[in-house]
């Protein structure tokens, strides 16, 4: 089975878009395809970015735990929520942090905000950075608006048919990518 990290990284106080990192990995879960790990970088609460991974001296073993998920994964859904038009500090921090492991690392990009846009600037921030250090992106990103409104606590969807749907729709392109990248290695 292939393995999926949905990296949630939202780190903030009353965070909502955990919310819809928790609502992937219950889908994913239930495919029953894919093995899953949920990786919360306000749980794992990661040091300030100081230098790339490669030239630490010593760095610490929640840092190695980290890279080893991001190493192990075939494929990546980002759960970025929209801060003031773009993706925040805490997720620029581990994309810095590693260079070869996100080389051709397919990933989904789930951007999710507050208001009604679902964070479409995420997306056109997050394309850049992610295309400059080589990762590939798949098309179609899942946008969550609304937040509040579109998942409870829990991370249960309120309309469970639409977002499974589009979860699906997501997931696909997340599989065709990882399939890919599996036979060209
Ligand atoms: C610093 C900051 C900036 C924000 N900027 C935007 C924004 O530009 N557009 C938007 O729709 N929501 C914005 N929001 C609201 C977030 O999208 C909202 O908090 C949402 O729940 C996702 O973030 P969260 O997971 O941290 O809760 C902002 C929130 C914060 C804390």
New binding site residues.
């Given amino acids: 089975m292939s393995r999926i990290l949905v990296l949630s990284s939202?780190i903030?106080a009353?965070?909502?878009?955990?919310r819809v990192a928790q609502h992937l990995k219950r889908h994913i879960q239930n495919t029953g395809r894919h093995i899953v790990h949920l990786v919360d970088l306000q749980e794992l609460d990661l040091p300030l970015f100081h230098e790339r991974l490669k030239f630490l001296e010593n760095p610490g073993p929640e840092v190695l735990a980290f890279a080893e998920q991001v190493r192990s994964a075939d494929g990546v859904i980002m759960v970025s929520?929209?801060?003031?038009?773009s993706y925040p500090a805490s997720l620029k921090n581990v994309i810095d942090l590693l260079t070869e492991d996100w080389r051709k690392k397919p990933i989904a990009l789930v951007p999710?905000?507050?208001?009604a846009?679902g964070?479409t600037?995420v997306v056109t921030q997050l394309l850049f950075t992610l295309w400059k250090i080589r990762a590939w992106v798949v098309p179609g990103a899942m946008h969550v608006p609304n937040?509040?409104d579109n998942f409870q606590e829990d991370g249960t969807a309120v309309d469970a048919e639409a977002w499974a749907r589009r979860t699906t729709a997501l997931l696909d392109e997340l599989e065709w990518a990882m399939e890919a990248r599996i036979k060209m290695a």
Avoid: A, D, L, T
């Fill in positions: 939202s903030r009353g965070r909502m878009s955990h929520p929209e801060y003031n038009g999710v905000s507050s208001g846009f964070g600037q937040v509040k």
